[in-house]
């Protein structure tokens, strides 16, 4: 079936560089996508989101990018900081039923 | 402002048995939504709620599993009889209008023996 998956499933950066987070998605319908962070013990945490007619969006220390040619989303992440720690989710919202699927996840660790 | 609240943070139960977990979305949200989330995977969705009524059910095993709204507020997911491959995460959400505005409780975390 249809689903979103993530490349890698650990990334570690030291502090201070960027992480890049990417996310495959097959359904091409998708026209709305999200990215989340969840640490541990807690729930999924709204991080940024883009719609299918934008390229790219940015929000604080985070971005966003979508490629829909080959269907893939990265999430940004400037001068990573140890709190960034986290899994990352991406998700994608199905038009039809209106429901949010979710990738795999990234673990982020940050090395001080 | 309250975020999503439920309990209990932690269940351990032996298989066969039964099991409830209950949601307190957040104040004005009436959509409601439990997930499953297996470790290191992202949430599935096992059923939404627009007020009371259940509106996509499709994903929830109805031979063990049940949920309830019945005012449309509060929520309970029950599993009965409770399989080892039911240990996970069961994540509730809530938000006012679309679908796309989901706000995450932290989760139940269920280990059954």
């Known amino acids: 079936g249809e689903s979103v998956g993530l490349h890698l499933p650990t990334l570690s950066v030291q502090e201070g560089d960027n992480s890049i987070i990417n996310c495959a998605y097959s359904n091409s319908a998708s026209d709305y996508f999200i990215w989340y962070k969840q640490e541990s013990g807690k729930g999924p945490q709204f991080i940024i989101d883009i719609r299918s007619n934008m390229d790219k969006r940015q929000g604080q220390r985070v971005t966003v990018l979508l490629n829909k040619t080959v269907k893939h989303l990265s999430l940004q992440i400037a001068a990573t900081q140890p709190g960034d720690s986290a899994v990352y989710f991406c998700a994608e919202l199905y038009n039809q039923g209106g429901k949010l699927i979710f990738g795999q996840g990234t673990e982020l660790s940050v090395k001080p | 402002e309250a975020g999503v609240v439920q309990s209990p943070r932690y269940k351990i139960i032996e298989k066969k048995q039964p099991v409830a977990f209950w949601c307190n979305p957040i104040s004005g949200h009436n959509t409601l939504y439990w997930y499953l989330q297996n470790l290191g995977q992202g949430p599935e969705l096992l059923i939404r709620?627009?007020?009371?009524?259940?509106?996509?059910d499709s994903q929830l095993p109805k031979d063990r599993f049940s949920a309830e709204r019945l005012k449309g507020v509060d929520s309970t997911l029950k599993i009965q009889p409770a399989e080892l491959g039911d240990s996970a995460v069961y994540l509730c959400?809530?938000?006012?209008?679309?679908?796309?505005?989901?706000?995450f409780g932290p989760g139940t975390r269920l280990l059954v023996l």
């Open positions: 709620y627009e007020n009371e009524e259940a509106v996509d």
């Open positions: 959400a809530s938000g006012s209008t679309s679908v796309e505005t989901q706000y």
